[in-house]
């Protein structure tokens, strides 16, 4: 008879397998970009792996249990290591995009629930690249200015306007990203958990008429170049094929 051949695909006992190696290999690379940024990381996340250790096993020789204690001390290790690097690395996150264009609209986009982030800047500035982000919750609106707070505060403004004549009754609160020395200046890591400590005031019918209506203020249209009729133009098919 002639033998049959196994499907081609990992067994039901290789699948956990390649799940831990694929987690493995992800905290690898949140622990290199945490230490790349912030190398002094590496040696906080070392005293917090040993220093459980240590503990344990003089706590272990102190009461004759010495295996016990060293490997809770192990587990208590780990896990407050694991503690540590999640917290280091989002620092190290938020270092990186640091001075960066767009980085408040990426520090309004970890914001997970309650809110609702434009993805895409609502208003900007071409010459300075200066950039406003909308969040849109209970609290109300939330415009966050992305550039020198000094110089962003007119364009801040100027959608300030725009959304009031929107929605009038709303609240609107404006930030700007910054060192936290001026008015409603936030350091880019402490600015999502500042939106998010805001007071909700608006209920969630109200939240989804102000998203309706905030709608109909549209985004940034990209300008056309001078001389190109946009209805007309057509795409190259050769650059396309690679030619």
């Known amino acids: 008879m002639a033998r049959r051949e196994k499907p081609a695909g990992a067994t039901p006992a290789q699948k956990p397998k390649k799940q831990r190696f694929a987690r493995t290999r992800q905290l690898k690379q949140v622990y290199d970009m945490t230490v790349r ?43 407050l290591a694991m503690f540590l690097l999640g917290r280091r690395a989002e620092r190290a996150a938020y270092m990186n995009l640091d001075g960066q ?29 200066d950039m406003v982000f909308r969040a849109t919750g209970r609290a109300g609106i939330v415009l966050v200015g992305d550039g020198p707070p000094t110089r962003v505060k007119k364009l801040l403004e100027a959608e ?44 969630k019918d109200e939240v989804a008429t102000v998203q309706k209506r905030l709608k109909a203020l549209g985004g940034i249209r990209p300008p056309v170049p001078k001389g190109i009729d946009p209805m007309r133009a057509r795409p190259d098919r050769r650059a396309m094929r690679g030619r």
């Open 37 to 79: 940024v912030d190398p002094g990381a590496k040696w906080v996340l070392l005293a917090a792996l040993l220093g459980p250790i240590v503990v344990g096993l003089v706590l272990g020789l102190l009461v004759d249990h010495p295996i016990y204690f060293t490997i809770l001390g192990v587990m208590i290790g780990v896990l």
């Open 101 to 129: 264009k767009g980085a408040a609209g990426a520090a309004l986009s970890s914001i997970r629930r309650g809110w609702t982030i434009e993805q895409e800047p609502v208003a900007a500035e071409a010459r300075s690249q």
């Open 160 to 203: 300030r306007r725009k959304v009031n004549r929107i929605a009038p009754n709303v609240p609107v609160h404006l930030f700007t990203v910054g060192d936290g020395g001026g008015e409603n200046e936030v350091p880019l890591r402490k600015l999502a958990s500042r939106v998010q400590r805001l007071k909700p005031q608006l209920t």
